[in-house]
């Protein structure tokens, strides 16, 4: 065992919201030792979607929606638009690795806190900046939040039931697609700069990175010059391939057949031997040709069973089914609570409960979930007096002053 | 000069999510090898394709998924080719396996062996369900993969099926968690000299990322909601028809008065069933008809120009044609002309971020097996012994 793989590494957070915190998270996770800095006055938004009754004391601190993306972290607070608090950020630069931002483009720089002020207090600093469109190009300034992120890079548009228009994603995808893409942009500075010995800026544009999860279809418009049509939860080639109804009152199960063999089992198991010689599904492409007859006879199959016993069935004569899980089944998952897929944690205020595990698992570098989300400014003594310097009457001065805070402002939020 | 100049990548790879992975790796600059049977297959098998002729070289995702690597054929069920991937692991800094289960134990790499032989060595496994647990030997694909990570059940209209994402989604997330999870096992084996063994479930990471439905309900055991909204969430968060496509509308209360005024609707600041989010919430089936209503009129360019104007957040669904007209995707050169000796010239997604010291650049993909004499050279093997591996059909 050979400590955690990030351990040494220090950042200084500015994000907010989910894309730049999960970023974050990934690293925390990692051994990053990852100071989030809210502002008094913008405290980050998930504190405010706790779904608590209205009148819940300190619920800003037990919004688990903030709580799972922020854990593992430090949190401080510090007023940006305050010269003594850019000041104090600029000191915590000096004594950091790695800044981390998803402003809109403007942002930073009108704080005054550009690439080349953050260089000035620490010359190999490394800056990751997560906008919309990027920091440049006329759409730069343009507002662009979760879902609009998936309309503007293509993703919206390949999905959809057939024949339908475009379909929402269930969550907003771009964020944690960006999310894990700037935890790689991070790494692979730090890997770059032991050669160097540079930092450098890195400008992330959530609205292409999330084009690369679909880049064979930019390819291949640039072969046909054809938009490609909406197919559900069909595949380009492989039949069948969809999502059926059990007995359960809305439970499905996903099939998916990818060659002649694969079909052949799913025809045993649903106790239909006849059709692995019907002409009608004797290749791939006569299949996919009378796929809409398929479907109705999988259906018709799968309605009588529970989605569990089809899964299993399926399953255990080597056909790729599975069940649609909702999160209440993922919190009871088996295979997920065997590979302690959750951790109990513990948080000064909001209490205990189970929380995801840090996502990769390394054989060598255990990592698990050491620190609770911050509360709010939980950790402006260990920032301000451990990291810099300031005894405990000045961090009381800054917290009169406003330009540090326990109590957010959440009236941005409502 | 490239972030990974001098690191060395090993591809077992045969699906969409560990081919993402070492693309990047490539793309950033990695030396990635990529280790194909010698019939081919894998990515190689899915079209459209440049050239239906020599469809082995000129299928879309493998044309995209394969930029930045090395090509070269090795038969791994042979004595002889186990041989040549321990020669090549010994060389290497990472190796990348998204394969079922047990597959490279099959092949003579047990995990201890790879600790032992290899111990620089950063063995990345990309998969489904993990290395461990009840479900970890089940077979599994991108639609099955993305119906148990839980996002599949959020996604689509409520009175039908639930819908996957478009495109092979699970997949590619599960390449991009890979990609980060072995640069992290890089950067801790270049300190220490020390690889690792990672494992990158899926599930697990489609799970970390059910915005506030997994997590509150985990904690407070209250119900965001169960099942799928379709394509309206609330009167200021879905897809609108509009006259030539769809709009987005994201607003989050800050936004809302900008929205407002988009909809030349400034009277309903002053409303006091929507001036602020609580009212707005109590009256949003008179929202949404409002919405409906403004968005069936727009055209989608003018309205998406207008409200990015006006800091409104309204975007219009780009279709792929939309992409290669954008006018910020052509500001910044995002799509990138790239030529292929059988495919030919044709376009591709740029970098996934750009770093400005060290940028990432792609690399057309390889022909198959269009580098084993050269990678097989570099191991030290002389002319005749390459040309006796082709006879027997290793290579």
Request: proline share 6%; net charge negative; aromatic share 8%.
């Amino acid at each position: 065992m050979v400590g955690r793989p990030l351990e040494g590494i220090r950042i200084a957070d500015l994000t907010a919201v989910w894309a730049g915190p999960y970023a974050t998270r990934l690293l925390a996770d990692m051994g990053a030792e990852v100071i989030k800095v809210e502002s008094p006055n913008n405290p980050d938004l998930l504190r405010a979607l706790s779904l608590l009754p209205a009148g819940t004391e300190h619920a800003w601190n037990k919004s688990a929606y903030f709580n799972h993306n922020n854990r593992n972290k430090f949190g401080c607070t510090i007023d940006l638009a305050n010269p003594r608090g850019k000041e104090l950020f600029l000191e915590l630069v000096a004594k950091s690795d790695v800044v981390i931002e998803n402003y809109r483009a403007e942002v930073l720089d009108k704080l005054g806190l550009g690439y080349d002020v953050l260089r000035r207090a620490r010359p190999d600093i490394i800056l990751v900046s997560m906008p919309g469109h990027g920091k440049n190009g006329p759409e730069r300034d343009f507002v662009a939040y979760g879902t609009n992120v998936e309309q503007l890079a293509g993703l919206a548009s390949l999905s959809g039931y057939v024949g339908g228009g475009p379909q929402k994603t269930g969550i907003s995808f771009g964020d944690p697609v960006a999310g894990a893409a700037a935890a790689a942009a991070v790494l692979l500075a730090l890997i770059a700069r032991k050669r160097t010995g540079r930092g450098q800026y890195i400008e992330l544009a959530q609205r292409e990175t999330l084009t690369s999860l679909l880049g064979e279809y930019v390819v291949g418009y640039s072969m046909t010059r054809e938009n490609p049509p909406r197919i559900g939860n069909r595949h380009p080639s492989w039949a069948p391939h969809g999502c059926y109804p059990s007995s359960g009152e809305d439970e499905w199960v996903t099939v998916a057949c990818r060659d002649d063999a694969e079909f052949a089992s799913l025809c045993r198991v649903m106790g239909r031997p006849e059709l692995i010689g019907d002409s009608r599904y004797a290749t791939a492409d006569s299949r996919y040709r009378h796929q809409d007859e398929l479907d109705e006879t999988i259906a018709a199959w799968t309605r009588s069973l529970g989605r569990m016993e089809a899964f299993e069935a399926l399953t255990a004569a080597g056909v790729p089914a599975a069940p649609v899980l909702g999160y209440r089944d993922i919190y009871d998952n088996p295979h997920l609570r065997e590979r302690g897929f959750f951790e109990q944690v513990t948080h000064p205020e909001a209490g205990s409960w189970d929380m995801e595990r840090p996502l990769y698992r390394f054989a060598r570098r255990p990592t698990s979930i050491e620190r609770n989300g911050p509360c709010f400014g939980e950790h402006n003594a260990y920032v301000f007096g451990e990291l810099l310097g300031l005894s405990e009457a000045e961090i009381a001065q800054l917290e009169k002053e406003g330009v540090a805070a326990r109590t957010p402002n959440m009236s941005s939020h409502q | 000069m490239s972030a990974l100049e001098g690191t060395r990548v090993i591809d077992l790879s045969t699906g969409i999510a560990g081919g993402f992975c070492t693309k990047l790796l490539g793309d950033f600059g990695a030396d990635v090898i990529k280790v194909e049977p010698p019939g081919g297959g894998g990515l190689r098998d899915f079209g459209p394709f440049a050239d239906a002729v020599s469809a082995a070289e000129t299928g879309a995702l493998h044309l995209y998924l394969d930029t930045s690597k090395r090509s070269i054929t090795l038969d791994l069920g042979t004595p002889t080719g186990q041989e040549l991937l321990a020669r090549l692991l010994a060389t290497a800094d990472a190796v990348v396996d998204d394969r079922p289960l047990g597959n490279l134990e099959s092949e003579g790499f047990s995990a201890s062996r790879l600790s032992a032989d290899f111990p620089q060595l950063v063995v990345s496994y990309l998969s489904t369900y993990g290395q461990s647990g009840p479900w970890a030997q089940l077979p599994s694909t991108n639609l099955t993969a993305f119906a148990v990570g839980g996002q599949m059940a959020t996604t689509g209209d409520p009175d039908r099926e639930p819908l996957k994402n478009g495109g092979s989604q699970a997949d590619y997330q599960l390449g991009l968690n890979g990609f980060t999870a072995t640069l992290a096992g890089l950067w801790a084996a270049s300190d220490s000299g020390t690889g690792d063994a990672i494992d990158v479930a899926g599930m697990e990471c489609m799970a970390s990322t059910l915005e506030l439905m997994l997590n509150t309900y985990a904690y407070a055991h209250i119900d965001y909601w169960n099942g799928r909204k379709g394509n309206v969430l609330s009167g200021v968060l879905g897809l609108y028809p509009c006259e030539n496509g769809y709009l987005g509308v994201h607003a989050m209360p800050r936004n809302f008065p900008a929205l407002a005024r988009l909809m030349d609707a400034d009277w309903m600041l002053e409303d006091e069933r929507f001036r602020d989010a609580a009212g707005r919430l109590a009256h949003d089936d008179e929202l949404r008809a409002m919405v409906y209503a403004w968005a069936s009129g727009q055209e989608k360019h003018a309205a998406y120009e207008r409200a990015g104007q006006a800091h409104a957040p309204v975007a219009y669904v780009h279709e792929m044609s939309d992409l290669f007209q954008s006018p910020q995707l052509t500001a910044r050169d995002y799509l990138q002309e790239l030529n292929h000796p059988v495919a030919g010239e044709l376009t591709y997604p740029g970098p996934l971020f750009r770093m400005a010291d060290t940028p990432s650049s792609l690399r057309r993909a390889p022909l198959l097996g269009g580098h084993t004499g050269e990678v097989l050279a570099e191991l030290g093997l002389q002319p005749h012994d390459i040309e006796v591996l082709r006879g027997t059909g290793v290579v």
